[in-house]
């Protein structure tokens, strides 16, 4: 995992070890670090993926980041700005956001006022074409338009979010699958190990990869076993077929004492 060392540990910065839904956690079973320092009476908080590179950076008017003020910032993975947003003085979001897929293409746009989705929002599909737009009035959505991946107006009701799915289940289905996986994977050891890959719009698994300092050899198998996976559906969101993404830990403790 990520080593925080130097002035991070002074009075004023905090490290914290956080979970899949960045709740505190045992460094063991950490998905993300994060830091906490105050700089100018603000508590500036950096999230770290397992890779090292930051996840999001922001700042907050108190240290339990009840009262998030100013620019925020996420970012994939790979290190690609993933979403930017605004919070106002009153702590509310506020004016232009605007997020990205993972290969720099535009994901969507909008507004907020004092907390509240004003104007028009725009979804695209991954090919650039627009997918949805959504018109809205102090948060009160008034009109939604839905377009097809040509970009042409169609009569269809709107699918907002639908998490990707494994041979027509959920991610139990796939968990049942990889269960098996001590029967391609001969390296003997104990202890977990996080497997991070996208579902492409497609139902693709890629960009699989693996922060844990393990074998070499252990590695590339996971990755080749991982990438040889078929059998997903896509996810759906505001009617676009999107990338999705998962970090999932493997315990092979528990899979040696099943075998």
């Known amino acids: 995992m990520l080593m925080i060392t130097g002035n991070f540990f002074a009075q004023d910065s905090i490290v914290n070890y956080l979970d899949s ?32 590179k930051i996840k999001k950076k922001g700042q907050y008017v108190k240290k339990n980041k009840s009262l998030p003020i100013g620019n925020f910032y996420e970012f994939f993975r790979s290190g690609n700005l993933k979403r930017v947003y605004s919070f106002n ?11 990205w897929f993972p290969e720099n293409k535009l994901n969507y746009t909008g507004n907020y006022d004092n907390g ?10 991954v090919n650039g074409k627009i997918a949805c737009k959504q018109y809205f009035q ?57 497997i991070n890959f996208d579902i492409s719009a497609e139902g693709i698994v890629n960009n699989v990869s693996i922060d844990d300092n393990i074998p070499i050899k252990l590695k590339r198998k996971l990755i080749l076993y991982f990438e040889s996976i078929e059998g997903w559906s896509p996810a759906i969101n505001m009617n676009r077929k999107i990338p999705y ?14 075998r």
Request: overall charge positive; glycine content about 6%.
């Open 138 to 194: 102090n948060s009160k959505n008034i009109k939604t338009v839905v377009f097809d991946e040509d970009g042409i107006k169609i009569e269809k009701d709107l699918i907002e979010f639908k998490q990707p799915e494994f041979e027509g289940g959920g991610i139990d289905n796939f968990f049942k699958h990889i269960k098996r996986i001590h029967e391609n994977i001969d390296f003997q050891i104990n202890g977990i190990i996080y």
């Open 245 to 258: 993404y998962f970090t999932l830990p493997l315990n092979f403790r528990v899979i040696i004492e099943e």
């Open 21 to 52: 839904k960045e709740n505190k956690t045992k460094k063991s079973k950490a998905f993300f670090v994060e830091t906490l320092v105050k700089k100018n009476d603000l508590w500036v908080q950096t999230l770290y993926h397992r890779n090292r």
């Open 89 to 99: 003085d009153v702590n509310q979001l506020d004016g232009y956001t605007k997020a």
């Open 116 to 125: 509240s989705k004003v104007g028009i929002w725009k979804y695209y599909h």
